[in-house]
Each structure stands twice: as C-alpha cells, then as structure tokens.
C-alpha cells in the first residue's frame, strides 16, 4: 500500500519557466493538501482539493499559482512564470474524508529550485 | 502573523533524558493539536495528537500537554533515543481548515 507519491523529487527552472509538481495520494484518500515550507520556515497551507473541486484555496499566491485534482490522475500544483522566491520544498499530504484533517499522510515532497 | 509559533529552533539532549519541546499559540479556535516529527529529505510523519478537551495524551515514550489557559502544549520524549534527532513540528487545526504548523525544532540527541 503505497503512501503518498509525489513527484518529481527534485525541480530545477530557470526564471520565467513553469514548474509542475505531481502528487498521488494513497489509496482510499479523496481529499489533498499542498504545503509549503520555505528555507528556516514552517510548512504553510496552500490549498485543500477533492477530486474536480477546490474547497480551500486561502493560502494559494493570488497570482502564477494553480492546483487541481482531475477525477482520473494525480493532483497537480503548477507555478507560471517561477521566480526565485518559489524556490521551496512542496508537500502533498492526502487524508480519507472531510473530518481526516487531523490524520494527514505526507508525501516525501517535491523541492523547486529557481535558478 | 504566526499564530503557531515553536520558540526554540534548535534543542540538544543527552540520550537517555526527557525532552521537552514547546509550542505556542494565539488562536483559541484551534481545537486539534498534533506533533510531526521530520527526517531530512523525508516528509512530515505523524507523532502525536490532543483534542482541545483534554489536557494530557501519551503514546509510548511521547506524552503531550496542553494547558488551554495559556494557549501553550508541549512535548514530552523519555528516554531519549538518538533516533529521535530530527525536526519536530507542532501544528494546530480549527474545524476542517488545513493545519497551521510552526517553524520546527531541530532535536539533537546526543551520545
């Protein structure tokens, strides 16, 4: 029973690309969670998905940043036109319903350089 | 704003004793607790949690408390073993919303 997939390991992009980070959850969760955490910093909340839906999104950027969660597939966190300041590690945590926030499973997490 | 906030960024313990790590916070919404221990290059793991109702929950070698007056929980590892050395995350929780976690402690234990 795999645990949280996400991938890839490890991104690097020049200013200016696109970066697309993958996440599977386990098998039987239904809801995702993106974190990120930021060099000497906490994991902070990005966005809460279920398949084809966003409940959450308050801790998204405004702008260049968007997730989905496709009902066949991996959730997926794109950022447009990166900068350096995206460079972090992006975590992926799934749980099984609603009321399972307080059970997150982490995938190992995706780390984003900008060069 | 932090509303969890983990003072101490870094604590190193003798194998064998009590570590204490502690955590703050501003939110008297929260009604979950939970602790994640971190290992480099690893994701969060899951350690220990304490609903906003109790004030003591112990896992093993893991104790937390929480004193709701004082807005503060703690984390409690005895004996200390070196596989405890990584960072631990306190992280609180209001109804369905993501966790809010602080910034981490970096535990050392020492030989």
């Known amino acids: 029973n795999a645990g949280v997939m996400q991938n890839p390991r490890h991104l690097v992009r020049r200013r200016g690309q696109e970066a697309r980070l993958r996440c599977s959850p386990m098998k039987g969760h239904s809801h995702v969670y993106w974190y990120r955490q930021l060099p000497e910093e906490g994991l902070k909340f990005m966005v809460y998905?279920?398949?084809?839906?966003?409940?959450?999104e308050s801790g998204m950027p405004k702008e260049r940043f968007s997730a989905e969660f496709p009902k066949e597939g991996p959730s997926i966190l794109r950022i447009q036109q990166v900068v350096r300041g995206d460079s972090a590690a992006y975590f992926c945590?799934?749980?099984?319903?609603?009321?399972?926030?307080?059970?997150?499973?982490f995938g190992a997490g995706s780390r984003l350089t900008v060069l | 704003d932090q509303q969890v906030k983990q003072n101490s960024p870094s604590l190193s313990v003798q194998e064998g004793r009590i570590s204490i790590l502690n955590c703050d916070y501003t939110n008297s919404m929260f009604d979950y607790f939970l602790w994640y221990k971190k290992y480099p290059a690893e994701g969060p793991t899951f350690l220990i949690s304490i609903s906003s109702i109790k004030d003591k929950n112990e896992d093993g070698r893991f104790t937390v408390f929480l004193n709701k007056s004082a807005k503060h929980l703690s984390l409690h590892i005895v004996p200390s073993q070196p596989g405890d050395s990584a960072v631990y995350f306190c992280a609180a929780l209001e109804g369905a919303d993501g966790l809010t976690f602080g910034k981490g402690t970096h535990l050392i234990i020492q030989p």
């Open positions: 998905l279920q398949k084809e839906n966003i409940i959450d």
């Open positions: 945590a799934s749980s099984p319903n609603l009321s399972g926030a307080n059970v997150l499973t």
